[in-house]
């Protein structure tokens, strides 16, 4: 079985503040990806991040940064020095081979404020 | 420019009617897949397409139904079986289907249903 958890179900935070959004997975595939998404107001889910399992490297894009451990299952999500529009609802995402489409955790809505 | 097309935006339905959700896409991808996003549910997958004339229930397909005729159109209905149909509807797409699980779902800007 497959699961995706998301145990902060809505964070505020003020701006320019860092804040780390977690997620958890389980998972019995040895190949297996996971995903990052970000859906604004607007609805529409943007992509922002695929690891795959063999590649525990951290990865650092502007402001956004990935943590990605397989010791704990964890794949967390860092915004440095946070901005208005980086409030959304960001969702935590898993896949394998399997056959089966991505399977969501059930997000975590963030508010950014001046 | 390519993506998803979703309408109609908003939606809304008497109890007992049946209603069309259209989703269309231009990005030339073979797999197209429809999503439910209830608050504070994350999103559960409805159905999913891999190719024309082919598609695949999901976790919550009671309800639903949907069909594959052209490779840029998945509609979804929601029919008067679905127990509890308001919602926030999303249509998806990716280059290849579920077996490649590396694929990233381009979504569209979704259609929200209210059954009065």
């Known amino acids: 079985a497959q699961k995706v958890t998301q145990a902060q179900t809505e964070i505020s935070v003020v701006e320019k503040e860092d804040v780390t959004l977690d997620c958890v997975y389980e998972t019995r595939d040895t190949t297996y990806y996971l995903f990052w998404y970000k859906q604004p107001p607007s609805g529409e889910l943007v992509f922002l991040i695929r690891?795959?399992?063999?590649?525990?490297q951290n990865e650092i894009s502007g402001r956004y940064s990935w943590n990605f451990q397989k010791s704990t299952s964890s794949f967390n999500f860092t915004i440095t020095a946070s901005q208005v529009v980086d409030s959304a609802v960001y969702f935590c995402?898993?896949?394998?081979?399997?056959?089966?489409?991505?399977?969501f955790g059930k997000g975590t809505s963030l508010l950014v404020t001046p | 420019d390519g993506g998803i097309t979703q309408s109609p935006k908003y939606l809304f339905r008497k109890e007992g009617q049946n209603v069309t959700l259209s989703c269309e896409q231009n990005?030339?991808?073979?797999?197209m897949y429809w999503y439910r996003q209830d608050p504070g549910q994350g999103l559960r997958l409805i159905y999913y397409s891999q190719i024309v004339n082919d598609f695949q229930k999901g976790d919550i397909a009671e309800g639903y139904s949907v069909s594959r005729e052209k490779k840029e159109s998945f509609p979804l209905t929601v029919t008067s079986a679905q127990k509890n149909p308001t919602a926030f509807y999303l249509c998806a797409s990716s280059i290849e289907g579920p077996l490649s699980g590396a694929n990233v779902l381009t979504f569209g800007a979704g259609s929200r249903l209210t059954v009065l």
């Open positions: 990005l030339n991808h073979d797999a």
């Open positions: 690891r795959n399992s063999f590649d525990e």
């Open positions: 995402a898993l896949s394998t081979n399997s056959g089966y489409a991505l399977n």
